[in-house]
Nanobody, 118 residues
């Protein structure tokens, strides 16, 4: 019953900003690392950013470093992705993900569409 509800996607012009939210349920959110991935049509799903369970450690794809910021609020079971200086190549479905460390199984949200276009 792991579930993610992603929101915040939409249409934005190049150079604009969006903040994505992912509200999690069905597991102990505060003890799990969370990640944002994205998938564009015809392309492989790629890691965008990750954040440790306590929010101390973060990592980013080279393509988004300096523009995107991942954060989390464990009291709200929510992970965020602040996206600034958006480019057309950022257009994709963005999904949040966690991993069951006992089994290695990935758990995925349904995704929210981000479209960057003039």
């Amino acid at each position: 019953q792991v579930q993610f509800v992603e929101s915040g996607g939409g249409l934005v012009q190049p150079g604009g900003s969006l903040r994505l939210s992912c509200v999690a349920s069905g597991f102990t959110f505060s003890r799990h690392r969370m990640s944002w991935y994205r998938q564009a049509p015809g392309k492989e799903r790629e890691l965008v950013a990750g954040i440790s369970s306590a929010g101390v450690g973060t990592n980013y794809a080279d393509s988004v470093k300096g523009r995107f910021t991942i954060s989390r609020d464990n009291a709200k079971n929510t992970v965020y992705l602040q996206m600034n200086s958006l480019k057309p190549e950022d257009t994709a479905v963005y999904l949040c993900k966690t991993v069951d460390l006992l089994t290695g199984r990935d758990y995925w949200g349904q995704g929210t569409q981000v479209t960057v276009s003039s």
